[in-house]
C-alpha cells in the first residue's frame, strides 16, 4: 500500500466527503499533511504586505484552516481543488484586511487604479504596499465581475494567481484539460488587465 503523504490526503479527502467518521478528526488528520502547502499558499499571497495586515504566514494559514473546515457543502474531490479552495479562502481574507485598511485610510473612497507600469500581473509585488492594496482590491473587484461572465476563467486565476499552482494543478483542480487551463490563463489576464486599466 502506498503510504506516501499524496495517498494520505487523498484517503482523508475521501473521509471527508463520505462522512466516515467526525469531520474534526479527518481534518486533524490532514492538516498536517497539507500544511506546508499551505503556508507555500500562504506565502505568495502576503508578498510582503504588512502594511495593511499584521498577518504571519502562520497566523493566515490558521485563519483559512478555521474557514475551510467550515465549508460544509464543499464536496473535496483532490488535493488540487483543495489548494484551490485554500487559495481563493486566503484571498477572501486578505482582501477583507485590505478593504478594512484602505476604508481607514482613505474614509472608504475608491481611487482608481493604474497598472500601466505592471508588466504582468505577477508584478503586484513590485507596487508600493498601499498601492498594492489598491490593486489587490481592484483586482478581486475584476475577478468578481469576470467570474460573472466566466466563472472558469475565474476559478483559473484564483487556481494560478492566488493560489501559485501549476497548470496541471489547477486542471485537475476545476477539472479541465492543461491545455485549455494555458488558453483560459491566457484570456483570464488579457481581460483582467482591460478591466482594470479601463
Not at 479527518?26 to 499558499?41: K, N
Not at 497566523?59 to 473546515?69: G, P, R, S, T
Not at 466563472?151 to 496541471?168: I, T
Request: proline residues 2%.
Amino acid at each position: 500500500m502506498d503510504n506516501t503523504p499524496r495517498h494520505d490526503i487523498s484517503r482523508q479527502l475521501a473521509a471527508l466527503r463520505q462522512g466516515s467518521g467526525s469531520a474534526a478528526d479527518a481534518w486533524h488528520d490532514l492538516v498536517p499533511l497539507i500544511y506546508d502547502d499551505l503556508r507555500a499558499i500562504a506565502r505568495r499571497q502576503l508578498r510582503d504586505d504588512r502594511e495593511y495586515h499584521t498577518l504571519s504566514t502562520t497566523a493566515l494559514v490558521h485563519e483559512a484552516y478555521l474557514k475551510l473546515v467550515n465549508q460544509h457543502r464543499a464536496r473535496w474531490h483532490n488535493r488540487a481543488q483543495l489548494f484551490a479552495i485554500a487559495a481563493q479562502v486566503m484571498r477572501r481574507i486578505l482582501i477583507d484586511y485590505a478593504r478594512q485598511h484602505r476604508a481607514a485610510k482613505r474614509g472608504g473612497r475608491d481611487d482608481p487604479v493604474s497598472l500601466e507600469r505592471l508588466d504582468t500581473l505577477n508584478d503586484i509585488e513590485l507596487a508600493e504596499a498601499g498601492e498594492r492594496a489598491d490593486i489587490l482590491i481592484a483586482l478581486d473587484d475584476a475577478l468578481t465581475r469576470l467570474a460573472a461572465i466566466d466563472e472558469r476563467l475565474a476559478r483559473v486565476v484564483e487556481c494560478r494567481f492566488f493560489g501559485g499552482l501549476s497548470e496541471d494543478e489547477t486542471a485537475a483542480a476545476i477539472g479541465v484539460t492543461s491545455r485549455t487551463v494555458s488558453r483560459d490563463w491566457a484570456r483570464a489576464r488579457a481581460w483582467l488587465r482591460n478591466a482594470l486599466d479601463a
